[in-house]
């Protein structure tokens, strides 16, 4: 496995070789510029509880991601993928983002099957190409409140088997799909629910990375939960057992497409290793996507799950929904994304409030330059009311603003 010490050059170099060797390589790359303007309070990025990624103190200019992708065709059947990632928050550190390897035999009836296994994405977004580079969203610069959170907190560290009956080799309208995976290390997931929030963002963790918590009293050396550190590492396994998830889709041609989805961590809610608790982490999602021509499309996520920590510490549920409309504009795309977000508490400790509501408005547009380049920019506003930004002397109810501007070029 990749160590975060490793540098730069040592990992293209990698990249680089595995290629040689291959049958068929590409790679490929994204650098993403930003220019910001925003009001909001401290982000959560930097400990706080805002919950954008830019806040007043953000420098004007910066860095909003830059990856590298590398896929090979080991064999005529088994290709791998390895993406890297870096930005301003990183401190210098690339780290891994993507590192999977996929095996796709031959279909000999109407059913295709894939498997993968390594580290990668769970098929939870709608608003991201998954055979793109970086699980970044096409239409917006920020991704709506789930699918940020799970760029944040859930990954698959396992395997995925994947089955498609396509409907043109079994005359029917329709194409039809299973998902069912198996994974470890995604024991402490619902931490960053718990005691920072939802979040809206484009802001994707990496592998070996590590994240602040707000410096909330419960877990200071004198709180109710003391073995809790500030710093959460997303990725780690507490308790040794493995989680699942499972669904289905279907897709009507490329005009329509439902999922649903079904996530459990199956985390044991005792251990507690190195400060970080298990958290048993669940939740349901279902996704739909409309394209009724005339340039339209329309995306619709929804997602609602409970987690637990302790002997009911911490416990909650947690709601979250989404919907975004685009239109072909002039030279480019508008697109208008409206989240709403929850998250309800019920647990033994009242000192520690976890509760939390608000909503969110999206308003960008992507304007392709040519076929590498493209600006984008976003207006995006965020209002929400959480209790327990008391605790560190902030108002419980904030509305946070930002203006981006984003050059993208795909290499």
Not at 61 to 74: E, F, N, T
Request: net charge neutral.
């Amino acid at each position: 496995m990749y160590h975060a010490s490793m540098s730069p050059r040592f990992l293209i170099l990698a990249l680089t070789l595995l290629a040689t060797g291959a049958r068929a390589a590409e790679l490929r790359g994204l650098l993403d510029l930003r220019a910001v303007d925003a009001d909001a309070s401290r982000s959560f990025l930097d400990g706080g509880l805002g919950k954008t990624r830019y806040d007043k103190s953000s420098p004007t200019i910066g860095i909003g991601q830059a990856v590298l992708s590398g896929d090979v065709d080991v064999l005529d059947t088994v290709g791998a993928r390895v993406e890297l990632s870096a930005d301003d928050k990183h401190h210098g550190i690339v780290d891994v983002r993507d590192a999977w390897l996929e095996w796709r035999p031959v279909p000999s009836s109407a059913w295709k099957t894939r498997v993968k296994a390594g580290f990668f994405f769970p098929p939870t977004s709608v608003e991201v190409d998954y055979d793109g580079i970086g699980w970044t969203p096409r239409r917006t610069i920020s991704s709506s409140a789930i699918n940020s959170w799970i760029g944040e907190e859930v990954r698959t560290n396992g395997v995925e088997w994947n089955v498609r009956r396509l409907g043109r080799y079994a005359n029917a309208p329709y194409d039809l799909g299973f998902v069912a995976a198996v994974f470890t290390g995604n024991d402490p997931t619902g931490t960053l629910l718990a005691w920072r929030g939802w979040s809206i963002s484009d802001r994707i963790v990496g592998r070996n990375e590590s994240l602040q918590l707000p410096d909330l009293p419960v877990y200071r050396r004198w709180g109710a939960i003391p073995w809790q550190h500030r710093t959460i590492h997303p990725f780690r396994e507490v308790d040794g057992r493995l989680g699942y998830y499972a669904g289905a889709n279907v897709n009507v041609g490329a005009r329509q497409e439902l999922a649903a989805l079904h996530y459990d961590n199956r985390a044991d809610p005792l251990p507690v290793k190195d400060g970080q608790y298990a958290w048993r982490t669940r939740f349901d999602h279902v996704s739909a996507v409309w394209r009724p021509g005339a340039g339209w499309e329309f995306l619709a996520q929804a997602m609602r799950g409970d987690t637990l920590m302790g002997p009911n510490a911490v416990a909650f549920d947690f709601q979250s929904w989404y919907a975004l409309a685009s239109h072909r504009l002039g030279p480019g795309t508008a697109a208008l994304r409206y989240d709403r977000f929850s998250t309800t508490e019920h647990d033994d400790l009242p000192g520690d409030p976890n509760n939390e509501t608000g909503h969110g408005v999206a308003l960008a547009y992507n304007w392709p330059l040519s076929r590498s380049l493209a600006v984008m920019t976003e207006l995006l506003e965020v209002q929400s009311e959480r209790p327990s930004r008391v605790l560190v002397r902030e108002q419980p109810g904030q509305t946070e603003r930002s203006f981006t501007a984003s050059l993208r070029w795909r290499f």
